[in-house]
């Protein structure tokens, strides 16, 4: 019915593996394109430039803000994290659903302006195992796990505005049912008015010529 | 997450096969229980009564309005349709998604009362197409189908009130897309109010212990 690809939004917890699964699911399917944010944090070892990041100075991120080519940003500690508009928006009209791994500030901003996105949370299934995972990794402090912990608990407070809960079990499960919902969102009525509209004139021209 | 199962409403235009999809999808999957309707009109050859639906009297049927024992009733011309209530309350509580096949009204109806309900609307891709079908049963006059093209344009006016539409132009693939829909409902966050509580409760928790 729609050509336009879709707006998908995954945010969750540290340690929830979003990142994993979005991986997962861009090697499953092609009908996705990541978005790739720009920041002006120092990249991590290993990180590469346009890839996990378009890593720029801060200067030009106040620039691309003035200018209107973020869809959405936010600032954590003294980093900026954002979306370039101008990718989203041409793989959009190519008929590619984005996918938009982003935090809950950035992904509330996108939702109010495009309602149509559809926004994704993943989760483990108890806090315990938030902590859990965290712990397992044995990258991080406990001091820094706990800090994890507290930005956990603000970014629950706005699990409700999101439309669909990942519960991330099984990596293969939360993929196929990532995929699945993208599907069935894209046939929502909420995001098909004009076919409704259609169908609604297409019922007064077929009256018109046989009554 | 949910144990309860999920209230799946399904309509759709004459001939546009939405009951082949609810066979085909009772067939092929054993989590739902399709929702038999009461009736005031006679059976039709081959009906069976507590199949198609249970055929019972006007008075019978007003008694059951009065006494709440539906879910939700319409009348068309001089008959009386209803769903019973008790059926669908104890397959949901079974944990068994319920197929209700019901017409606009009584689906509107539904969703009021049942917000979490999931509605479809069946539809072909084009007017064009309703009429196709219509005309291809051979088995109505002329001055039936354009009765019942009269009854689509009413119907199109309240589609955009449902939450999905099936355009269903192959019945495998319709039926695979409803299946994925109504599992894919299950984890909207409007639909897990109580879970969604119950992470920010377990993080409250959760510091209480460790901070």
């Known amino acids: ?29 092609d009908n996705y394109a990541f978005s790739v944010s720009a920041t002006t944090r120092d990249p991590r070892p290993g990180e590469v430039d346009g890839v996990d990041y378009f890593f720029i100075t801060k200067e030009r991120f106040l620039e691309m803000i003035d200018a209107g080519e ?27 659903d984005v996918i938009l791994e982003i ?31 965290l712990k397992g990794r044995g990258t991080e402090s406990e001091e820094v796990i706990l800090k994890r912990m507290k930005r956990g608990q603000e970014e629950a407070e706005v699990i409700g505005r999101y439309d669909y809960l990942l519960v991330n079990d099984d990596l293969d499960e939360t993929v196929r049912f990532l995929h699945e919902t993208v599907n069935s969102a894209r046939y929502a009525t909420e995001r098909n008015r004009e076919f409704v509209e259609s169908i609604k004139t297409g019922f007064v021209e077929f009256l018109k010529e046989h009554v």
Do not use: D, W
Request: glycine share 10%.
């Open 103 to 133: 935090e809950c500030q950035g992904a509330l901003q996108v939702k109010e302006m495009f309602p149509e996105a559809v926004l994704f949370f993943v989760m483990p299934p108890t806090v315990q195992e938030i902590y859990n995972r």
């Open 70 to 96: 973020l869809l959405e940003y936010a600032q954590y500690v003294s980093n900026y994290y954002g979306t370039p508009r101008t990718y989203v928006e041409q793989k959009l009209q190519e008929g590619k």
């Open 1 to 29: 019915m729609k050509k336009r690809g879709l707006l998908v939004v995954i945010s969750g917890f540290a340690g929830s593996g979003k990142g994993t699964i979005c991986k997962e699911l861009m090697r499953q399917h």
